[in-house]
């Protein structure tokens, strides 16, 4: 089935705060046997991945992470109509992944005047094999020399902080990562958390730009679990207690009022529900990593070749 990208929609969640969403639709899934897919999604829907962006424009503006690049002229121009033909002051880049960061040269270069944000090195876990960079793979039109761009270019960790006034932004550690570079952003005034990658989960095509208590069915642990399954595949062999200490922590250190994730919906009624469907999915990943499942898995990978 081909897939298309759809054009961004937005939606404004605050005076000044945008949330911006481009959606894949992926057909019917017919995968994870072990759930019941029709507990969220319909019979005639379709499923969609999405990925999200968010524009913060107070006195100065923001915009945290770029969609793709099939949306890239679309991209400016829905920041244009949203910044009524002011500049863009800031462009942040989570981590260096096409989904996340693909659009920005074609942003930077529509904005000449804005600073680029984006991560210094990896996250707790030092210099050295390849975790700083140099932009390197942040979009296929990656210029060779970066210190040509005209753009001032900023790298960014933990503790650091942008007052946009009427907005501020702390850049964080992530609790949980899918990439080494990842940084996590909260936004002070709005009490936001940004968690990328984390607390994402597929929707039924109906439900684009919808907070998450506005859907037409609840959340369900299968589609937390589906998604996490993907994009974080390191859960299968995590420890659960960790997992549940460190989210844990997140209530503890952010305690969110809206949780803004980069594949999921906004969540602005009682996150730590769904943070609490983030463990208990994690526990079933957990239980794909045991001895049992794995060995079948290696069998299967390493049995020896047909023959024709």
Not at 131 to 160: C, F, K, M, W
Not at 174 to 181: I, K, L, M, R
Not at 214 to 227: A, G, P, S, Y
């Amino acid at each position: 089935m081909a897939q298309t990208v759809s054009n961004p929609k937005y939606r404004e969640i605050k005076d000044g705060f945008y949330w911006t969403q481009e959606c894949l639709p992926l057909g019917t899934l017919s995968e994870l046997d072990r759930f019941d897919m029709s507990k969220w999604i319909d019979a005639d829907e379709e499923v969609h991945g999405c990925q999200n962006a968010y524009l913060l424009d107070g006195e100065q503006s923001l915009l945290f992470d770029t969609l793709t690049q099939p949306n890239g002229d679309q991209v400016v121009d829905l920041l244009e109509n949203l910044l009524d033909g002011d500049d863009l002051d800031y462009l942040v880049i989570s981590h260096p992944e096409a989904n996340h960061a693909g659009n920005t040269f074609t942003i930077l270069e529509a904005y000449p005047e804005a600073t680029l944000l984006v991560p210094g090195e990896a996250a707790g876990h030092g210099t050295g094999h390849g975790t700083e960079h140099e932009l390197y793979h942040i979009a296929t039109d990656t210029p060779e020399d970066v210190s040509e761009l005209a753009n001032e270019i900023r790298y960014i960790g933990d503790g650091d902080t942008v007052d946009l006034g009427g907005y501020t932004v702390e850049f964080h550690r992530p609790v949980v990562a899918d990439h080494s570079f990842t940084l996590w952003m909260t936004e002070h005034t709005t009490n936001t958390l940004f968690t990328v990658d984390w607390m994402g989960f597929l929707h039924q095509s109906s439900n684009c730009v919808s907070y998450v208590h506005e859907l037409d069915r609840e959340v369900t642990v299968e589609q937390v679990f589906r998604f996490h399954a993907l994009a974080f595949p390191w859960l299968r062999f995590s420890d659960v207690e960790a997992i549940e200490k460190g989210v844990a922590d997140v209530r503890e250190r952010f305690d969110p009022d809206i949780v803004a994730p980069a594949h999921g919906m906004v969540t602005t009624e009682n996150p730590g529900q769904y943070m609490d469907l983030f463990t208990e999915a994690a526990a079933y990943l957990s239980e794909e990593g045991e001895h049992e499942n794995m060995q079948s898995k290696l069998e299967y990978i390493l049995r020896p070749p047909t023959e024709v």
